[in-house]
């Protein structure tokens, strides 16, 4: 159990253009889902908590209007890349929290995003 | 903010033998650590979870230990075996209050050879 998807596990796109990154958990419904980024070497840095039918809260130097969460249902988040750039090519993580689970989180796979 | 300190070395471990990793922290106590395990190109895997009351938690050959007076969490895998090579990563709920999003540390890189 406790399975969290995420899709597309990798994506190429041009500059400028968006991109959507699709977070589901599987078997459990999810009332907190977690944004994390992570360059080559680097440690998981959160961007966003994502809580269901609210607005997403922003980690500092995090720009909202250019990741845009949005978290509709209980199973599923989605992460929009607006305008993207190449030093927006990273690792993008999700992970999601249960209803009944006070600080248990389960991760996604990742999305490999590169922007030529 | 939390800071982590990771050894972000490699560390070279003779199979059958017992990997000790260590994780710092500054700042805040946390509610809880974490530690996952990650392998290249793949999300984090939980492996196990201390809350700041507890000394000491097992599972199979896996141990945590968590020492709020000296800031520092142990990781110890006994009977090490070569598929336990991966990265490492400590995480502490990110503002102390235990219900909001993880900081990481950069992981240590740990190499199981046979």
């Known amino acids: 159990g406790a399975v969290v998807s995420q899709h597309p596990s990798w994506v190429i796109c041009k500059s400028g253009t968006s991109v959507k990154i699709e977070c589901r958990s599987l078997d459990f419904q999810a009332t907190t889902m977690f944004w994390y980024r992570q360059f080559p070497k680097q440690s998981l840095m959160l961007m966003a908590t994502s809580n269901e039918g609210s607005k997403a809260t922003y980690e500092q130097g995090v720009e909202k209007d250019k990741f845009l969460i949005n978290h509709a249902s209980l199973t599923l988040s989605t992460l929009t890349v607006t305008s993207a750039h190449p030093e927006d090519s990273s690792f993008y993580i999700c992970s999601a929290r249960a209803a009944d689970s006070y600080n248990e989180q389960f991760f996604g796979p990742g999305t490999r995003l590169t922007v030529l | 903010s939390q800071k982590i300190e990771q050894n972000s070395e490699a560390l070279n471990i003779q199979e059958g033998k017992t990997a000790t990793l260590t994780c710092n922290y500054t700042n805040y106590s946390p509610a809880y650590l974490q530690w996952y395990r990650q392998d290249p190109g793949r999300g984090p895997v939980f492996l196990l979870l201390?809350?700041?009351?507890?000394k000491e938690k097992r599972k199979e050959r896996l141990k945590v230990t968590f020492d709020t007076t000296l800031k520092q969490s142990l990781f110890h895998i006994t009977a090490s075996q070569p598929a336990d090579s991966a990265t490492y990563l400590c995480?502490?709920?990110?503002?102390?209050?235990?219900?909001?999003?993880?900081?990481f540390g950069k992981g240590t890189h740990l190499i199981i050879q046979p």
């Open positions: 201390i809350r700041e009351n507890e």
């Open positions: 995480a502490l709920d990110s503002t102390g209050g235990g219900a909001d999003g993880l900081t």
